[in-house]
C-alpha cells in the first residue's frame, strides 16, 4: 500500500449522493471531495490532480462526458469512474471509449462503487 | 323577431364526457323539435292562398261590374229606340201639317215609345228622376191626346177647323220638342253611366295589378330573406364548428321547419365529431405516456439510487452512527420515498383515462406539474425550464388532465425545437380583451418557417421524419383549447426561437359574455 491516500472527487447533482459516498469512502481511508455543481467541480480539477474522479453523466449544464474529457485532458493517469442510469448504455459505451476506467448503474450500493474503486486503486499502481 | 337568431348556443358548457355528450345531444334534439312546426311548406301554401284570395276577388267584382255595364247596355238601347220613336212621330207630325198626310203613322210611333218607356220606368227613373220622368210621361200624354183631338178636328161637319187647328198645332209642337230633348236627354245620361263604369273596369285592373306587384315583391322577399337567413345562420354554425366549438346547436326560432333535420343532423355529427376527438385525445395521450415513461424511470433513478444508498449506509455504520445522524437518514429515506411516488402519481394522473371534470384550476399548478413530466426530457437535451408565473393568478374553468396534455404537447415540442440545448419559458399575463389568461411557452429553438406556420395546426402535419411525429400534438391541444373557451395562438422566428400562447376564459367571466364580447358569435 502507498502512504498517500486516494484522493477521490465525487460530482453529482443529487446531494445526498455526495453526503453518503463521502462517508462511506473516508471510512476507508480516502480522501474525498464532494462536488453538486459541475462548473466549481471543474474549477478544482484544473486546481489539483485527483486520482480518481467519480462522475454522474446526466447533469445539467455539463454533463459527465465532459467532465471525462476535461479531467482525461489534465492528467491521464486519472481514472475516471462514470455513474449512469441503467437504461443508458450507449452512453456508458460511449464513456468507455473516450477512455473511462469503468461505469456504475444508478441504483447502485456503496460497496459497489467501493469494489470499482479497489480496482481502480490497484490500476493506478504502477 | 329573429334578432336572437344564434342566442343561446354560447350559454351551454362545454360537454363533459361521452356519455354527457349524448345526453345533451338528446336533450337538444327534443328542444328543437317540441317546437310548433312552422314549415317553409306551409309557409308556401299561405302565399299562394293569399294570391289565390286576390285573384278570385278581383274576378268577382269584375264579373260584377260587366253584369252591370250589360243592363246599362240594353237601357241605352231602350232610351235610343225610344228617341227614335219620338223623332219618328215628330216627322209625321210635320208632314201631316205640310201635305195632310195621315195621323195613324204618328199615333203607331208615340204608342210604340210609350211601351217602351213604361218597359223601364223604373231604371230610367233611377237616373233622371221619377219627376223628370213623370214630367215625360206627362208630355207623351199630352202629346197622345192632341192627335186624337186633331182626328177628331178631321170629322165632317166641325166649326172653327183652321183655328183650332193652328191652337193645337202649336201646343203639339212645344210637347214634341220636350218629348225629343227629354229622350235625348235619357240616352245621353245612360251613356255616360257606362262610360263612368267602363272607367271603374279600368281601374279596378290597374288596382289588381298593384296589389299583385306588392304581394308578390312582399312574398318574395319574406320567403327568400326566411330561406337565406337559415342558411347564414347554418353558415355561421358551421364556421363556429370547424373553428371547434363542438357545443350543440339549441333552437333560436320559435317555429319548427324543414331546417329543423338538418340541425338534428348536424348535431348527430357534432356528437360524433366530439367522440372522435375524445378518442384522438386520449390516443395521443398515450403516445405522450410512452414518450414520457422512459423519462420518467430515469427520473425515479435518483430518488431510488438515494435510498439505496443510505438504507445500505444506515446497515453498515447502524451501531457507530450517532442518534442525530440516524434521524437524518431516515428522514432523507421518507423524502427520497415521497419523491418517488410523486414522480410516479404524476405519471399516472396524467395517463390515467379518466372522467371529465371541470372545476376552477390553477394554471401554475398545471404548469408545474406539466413541466416535472417532462423534467427528463429537458435534462437529456440539456434545456433549462424557467417558470415565471406569479402566485395569484386567476383561477381558469378546466379539466386538469386535458390542460395538463396541452402544456405537455407544448414542451415536449420545444424540446424537440432545441436539440442542442436551449431555454423553455413559462409566463403567463391577462390578456388584454379581458376575460382571458394568457399563458406563454416560448423556447429558444428552430422557430418555425413563415410558410408552414398557418399548417402546423392541422391533423397529422408533422416536418418529423416518419414514424416519429404524429402532427396531432398541436391539433389535439388546439382542440382542447377550443372546448375549453379558448385559443393557441403562435409568434416564432426562424432561428430565435418559438412562443405559444395558450388563452384560457377566467373563471369569474361567465363563458357567455366571453363569446359575444370575443365577436366570435356576433
Ligand atoms: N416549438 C416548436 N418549434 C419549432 N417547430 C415546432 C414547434 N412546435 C411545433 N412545431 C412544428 O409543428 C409541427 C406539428 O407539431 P405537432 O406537435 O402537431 O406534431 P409533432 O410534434 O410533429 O408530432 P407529435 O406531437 O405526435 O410528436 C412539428 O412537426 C414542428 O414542425
Ligand atoms: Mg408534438
New binding site residues.
Partial sequence: MNERCLQILILDDEPIVGKRLRAALEKNGYAVEVFEDSRAALRRLDEREFDIVVTDVRMEEVDGIQVLEHVLERSERTKVIVITGYATVEVAREALAKGAFDFIAKPFKPDDLRQVITRAAAALEP | MENEELSGIAGLEAPESTSDVEELTQKVDKALLERPGFSIRARLALVFLLFFILSAATTIGTWMLLARLQTRLQFIEIADQLNNEALQARRFEKNYFLYGTNLEDVLRHIETAHRHLSSSKVEFGSIVGMESLERLERHLGRYRELIFQLRQLEAPGRDNVVEQRAEIERTLRTHGAELVSFALELARRERSTVRTLLGVMKGVTVAFLLCFLVLSVYSADFLSRHIIRRLNRLMQLTKRIGEGDLSPIVPARKYRDEFTNLVVALNHMIGEVERRHQVMVQS?KL??VG?LTAGVAHELNNPINNIMLTAAALREDYASLSDDERLDMTKDLVEQADRSRKIVRNLLDFAREGEIEMGKLDVREIVEESIALVANQLKLSRVKAKIDLPENLPPVNGDRQYLSQIFV??A???V???PQGGTLGVSADLEAEGGFLATH?S?T????PDH?LQ?????F????PTG??????????LGIARRHGGDIR?T?REGE??T?TVLLPILEVPAALERDSSGFVG
Fill in positions: 395521443h403516445r405522450a414518450r404537447n407544448l415536449l415540442n420545444a424537440d425545437a432545441m411557452v423556447d429553438g428552430s422557430g418555425i408552414i399548417s402546423i395546426f392541422d391533423p402535419f408533422t416536418t418529423r416519429q411525429g404524429t402532427g396531432l400534438g398541436l391539433s389535439v391541444s403562435v416564432s426561437g418559438t405559444f
